[in-house]
Structures are given as structure tokens and as C-alpha cells.
């Protein structure tokens, strides 16, 4: 058996190398500047540091840089900790640019991106602090930037429990979007009895315009797979799985790559790091249904079977996989236990609010001068999102609503900005947390428009298996296209908010049971423009 990697070693000579040119080129190559043509800034790069300036430059790709409406993004990384970030750069571009930091040794104006606006200055990295920094392909990268030191401290001066008090002490909460506390799951798996345990990382991102997970996996896959290991090691869990949706390609190659560097390293497989701790890792692949964000039609899922729900008791804890005591959590909820162990559970809880500990990743979107990824800590309103990280609104428009949660989260309107964005906070407006997609909407938007298209998602997606969410969604989603055709009556309404009621209160899994929210929402808050395109000559009849 092959000796382990020496962490230590091999961060310091990473480092070295780091220093070795006077600048370092780094270029976001994540998914949305890669669509973006940031193949072409990459290659233009990698030509100079290849050529004539081999010995002035080094070009390293990296995940998202964040602003993705600006992409592609590009990065030059001065010898003495000077940075200068550039968007909306081409291959010409980013010759130019590169060319003149060599040459001249200043920045060049033409694409200069002002990194002391809010959108970056306002938020704090946790989860993304390797964005922009790392070569997601590269394990030394990782390393370089304090990557497996928290699993080594863990397996060498830390107790199975000592790794769960710190989880305990930091508050995390999922961030799947349920909330429930992280560090309770994993008491109940630690407890559960039997030989066999597993730890299942749900990378089943399935609402539209979320991309937190996938680029977590994308960008920074041995997080990941770093998280799972310290969340095995504290439950007695010796096999895990990581489930990720055929939609997110890359991020199986990486994760895929990641895992087998992490055992050719001896940070995972048979003791780990030297140690008895035995750890194997498998990703299965998921078909694309949203339903199996759902826990347990994830685990049908990965047993082969139709990913439908089951009802619950047994949990998961209980009874899950192959029948064996399982723990599901959401990739962002473990691309934070790495930070937890290494910085302590205290100084997580000193994130955020005393509720909702630590920060969130959302993927903000809409009518915004600013959109992409951002981080930020719990308890910070929307007005800070939208009006400063979020640059406000495009094209002198004015905000109307905020949509949270996705398909089964609700919308905000303007007179809740100064809302802390935390769980219990938007929990009393209607809309929840979700997984972190943030869509924001202009007063252009028609909100009976907003609720028909998530109800059409939602009964697309719905896997048929209760009668509740298998037909009331659909009945939901005729009533909504009856009202916003400007042909219902006023009974709509009433029979809307009844089937909303119904379908919440009896389905079988989160999916039917939060499917109402978009519509239940803007019913509260925009009730006036429903009530306007009721037909005029049915208006006043019932």
C-alpha cells in the first residue's frame, strides 16, 4: 500500500510554485463563463505562458468567480498580492491584458472590473472561499488552500464525538432547504445500531435558475468529498455516495476525478491517512426528476428503483439504504463542515444570526445590473441583495417581488425588503429558504404569470405516486391558465385557494406539500392583479 500524501509537503511546494512567475493568470472556466467563451480567454493565456512570456506568466483555470453576467472573467494575481479582475474578456482581450501586465506592470483599463463594488465587498466566503483561487482538477490547489487539513486533525486528535460537537456547536442547519439542524441527523445515525451506515451527499439540484450545488461540485469537488469524509468519521459511516443529476456532466467527471486522487492519496479507501478509518465513495447518477430531491426517492433512486416517495416513519436514520441506518445531506450543507472543524463550531455560530447560523450561497437572478453566485451571511436583507449586491434594478425599472425558494417557495414584495433573509423570517411570509435561488422581478412582471409557471413545473415534475399532488396540481395549473387568459371568474379564485389548502395538507412528500406556495403567496400579496383579469361580464357573479 502506497504511503499517504504528506499534506504538509505538498501545500508548502504548491505555494513555491505559485511564486514561481512574477504574475498568475487565473481564468474562470466554470460553467457559465465557459458557455460564455471563456475557452477561447483560457487558450489565449496559456499560449503567452507557454511562449515569449513562459517566464513571466502562469495560467491556472479556475470554478466561478461569481459575477456570471459579467463573464468570462479573468484574474491576474501579482507576485507581491496585487489583484486585478477583468470581464467580458476575449481571447483578443485577454492577450492584450496579460501582454501589458507583463510588459508594464500595470493594469489595463479597457475590461477593468471594480472588485470594491458590493457585489464582491458585501459578501463573506465560506462555502466559496476557494472560488476564483483553485484548479478544481488540480488536488495540490486544494491542498494549497488548507484542503484536508481539517479530515487529517479529525482523524488524528479528534474523537468520532469531538467531530460532532463542533458540528453541534456551530448551529448549521441543512441547507437542502428544510433547516433541519445538521448536527441532529448526525446524532441519530452516530446512534443507530448495525455494522453497516451510510452518508448520501444530495447533489440533486433541480430548481430552475439554481446552480449553488452544481458549482460547488464543479469548482470545488475534494470540499466535497472532504465533507463527506468528516461527516462518515463522526457517524461510523464506511460507505457513502454521492447522487448528482445527468444534467450536471462536468460535475461528475470532477467529482469523479476528485475521488480517484483522493484514494490514490490515501484520503480515502482503506485507512485513510494512515489510520483505521476505512472510507469508500461511489456518485450514482440520477435521471433529472425533481421529486428526488426528496430524500427517500433519492435512496429508491440509488437502489435501482423508480425514485417515488415512501411514507415516513421509518426515517432514513432508521432504515435507508439497502434498508441499512442512512444520512442524507445537501452538498452545501457539506462543503461547510470542513471550515466548521478547522475554525471550530463557535466561530460558525459567530456567522449569521443566532436562528440561522453561518452563511448561504445563492444563485441571484432576474432583472438585476448584477447577477451569479454569491455568499452571504444569514440575517442579511433583501434590500442589501437586491439594491446593493445585486446593483438594483435594470433599465430604470422599479422591484416588485422576490421569489425564494423556488418551486416551492413564494414571492416577496417590496414591502418586506428589509426582511433578514434567514429561515424563520421568510418561513412568516409564505416562502422558505430552499436550496438558494433567488429570482428577483421587475414591475414588468405579471405575478398570476410567476405562480402558473412554477404550478406548470410542478406538475410536470410531480412523480404521480399520491392522487393529492398528482391531480391537484394539474387542476391547479388549469385554473391559473384560465385566470391569467383573462377567462375566469371569481369562483376561481375560491376553488384555487381551496385545491392550494388540499394539496398542501395531504400530500404525500415535500413536493405536493409545497407546491401552493408560489400560488398561495402571490395571492396574498397581489390578490389585486388576479382580481383583475377576472372576466368582467363573471366579476360580480360567484
Avoid at 40 to 51: P, S, Y
Avoid at 63 to 78: D, F, I, T, Y
Wanted: include cysteine; glycine fraction near 12%; hydrophobic fraction near 40%.
Amino acid at each position: 500500500m502506497a504511503a499517504p500524501i504528506d499534506l504538509h509537503e505538498v501545500a508548502e511546494r504548491e505555494r513555491e510554485e505559485q511564486f514561481r512567475t512574477p504574475l498568475r493568470v487565473h481564468v474562470c472556466h466554470s460553467t457559465s463563463c465557459a458557455t460564455a467563451g471563456s475557452g477561447a480567454v483560457l487558450q489565449a493565456a496559456r499560449d503567452l505562458a507557454e511562449g515569449d512570456l513562459a517566464s513571466s506568466v502562469a495560467v491556472s483555470p479556475t470554478g466561478c468567480m461569481g459575477l456570471c453576467s459579467a463573464g468570462p472573467l479573468l484574474r491576474v494575481v501579482e507576485r507581491g498580492g496585487g489583484q486585478h479582475d477583468y470581464h467580458h474578456v476575449t481571447g483578443a482581450a485577454a492577450e492584450r491584458i496579460v501582454r501589458h501586465h507583463a510588459d508594464r506592470g500595470a493594469a489595463v483599463p479597457e475590461h477593468r472590473l471594480d472588485t470594491a463594488l458590493p457585489f464582491f465587498a458585501r459578501q463573506h466566503r465560506v462555502v466559496l472561499a476557494n472560488a476564483g483561487e483553485i484548479d478544481p482538477d488540480r488536488i495540490e490547489s486544494y491542498v494549497a488552500h488548507g484542503g484536508y487539513a481539517a479530515l487529517e486533525r479529525a482523524l488524528t486528535s479528534m474523537t468520532p464525538e469531538d467531530v460532532l460537537d463542533q458540528v453541534r456547536r456551530s448551529r448549521l442547519r441543512g441547507r437542502g432547504g428544510a433547516g433541519y439542524p445538521t448536527a441532529n441527523k448526525w446524532a441519530l445515525l452516530a446512534a443507530a445500531p448495525g455494522p453497516v451506515k451510510y452518508v448520501v451527499a444530495n447533489g440533486d439540484e433541480g430548481d430552475p435558475g439554481a446552480y449553488m450545488d452544481r458549482t460547488i461540485m464543479e469548482d470545488d469537488p475534494h470540499r466535497v468529498l472532504e465533507g463527506i469524509a468528516l461527516a462518515a468519521y463522526a457517524t461510523g459511516a464506511r460507505h457513502a455516495y454521492i447522487y448528482v443529476r445527468a444534467e450536471y456532466p462536468r460535475a461528475v467527471e470532477r467529482l469523479d476525478r476528485a475521488i480517484k486522487v483522493a484514494r490514490r492519496n490515501r484520503l480515502l479507501g482503506r485507512r485513510i491517512l494512515d489510520t483505521d478509518v476505512d472510507l469508500d465513495i461511489e456518485i450514482r447518477i440520477g435521471a433529472g426528476a425533481f421529486v428526488c430531491g426528496e430524500e427517500t426517492a433519492l435512496l429508491a433512486s440509488i437502489e435501482g428503483r423508480r425514485g417515488t416517495p415512501r411514507l415516513r416513519p421509518p426515517y432514513p436514520t432508521e432504515r435507508g439504504l439497502f434498508g441499512a441506518p442512512t444520512m442524507i445531506n445537501n452538498v452545501e450543507t457539506l462543503a461547510n463542515i470542513a471550515p466548521i472543524v478547522a475554525n471550530g463550531g463557535d466561530w460558525f455560530a459567530s456567522i449569521g444570526t443566532p436562528g440561522s447560523t453561518g452563511t448561504k450561497v445563492f444563485a441571484l437572478a432576474g432583472d438585476l445590473v448584477n447577477t451569479g453566485l454569491i455568499e452571504v451571511p444569514m440575517g442579511t436583507t433583501l434590500r442589501d441583495i437586491v439594491e446593493d449586491i445585486g446593483g438594483g434594478m435594470t433599465e430604470g425599472h422599479t422591484f416588485k417581488a422576490a421569489q425564494t425558494g423556488g418551486p416551492s417557495g413564494g414571492c416577496i414584495p417590496a414591502r418586506y425588503l428589509d426582511t433578514p433573509v434567514d429561515y424563520d423570517s421568510l418561513r412568516a411570509l409564505g416562502s422558505i429558504m430552499g436550496s438558494g435561488g433567488l429570482i428577483v422581478m421587475d414591475d414588468r412582471t405579471r405575478m398570476p404569470d410567476v405562480a402558473r409557471f412554477f404550478m406548470e413545473f410542478s406538475k410536470d415534475e410531480s412523480c404521480g405516486a399520491c392522487a393529492p399532488c398528482r391531480a391537484g396540481t394539474v387542476q391547479m395549473h388549469h385554473l391559473l391558465t384560465t385566470i391569467s387568459s383573462g377567462r375566469g371568474r371569481r369562483r376561481d379564485l375560491r376553488d384555487l385557494e381551496h385545491l392550494c389548502a388540499v394539496v398542501r395538507d395531504t400530500s404525500l412528500c415535500g413536493l405536493g406539500q409545497t407546491a401552493p406556495n408560489p400560488v398561495l403567496s402571490t395571492l396574498q400579496y397581489f390578490r389585486d392583479e388576479y382580481e383583475a383579469l377576472i372576466a368582467p361580464a363573471e366579476g360580480g357573479h360567484g
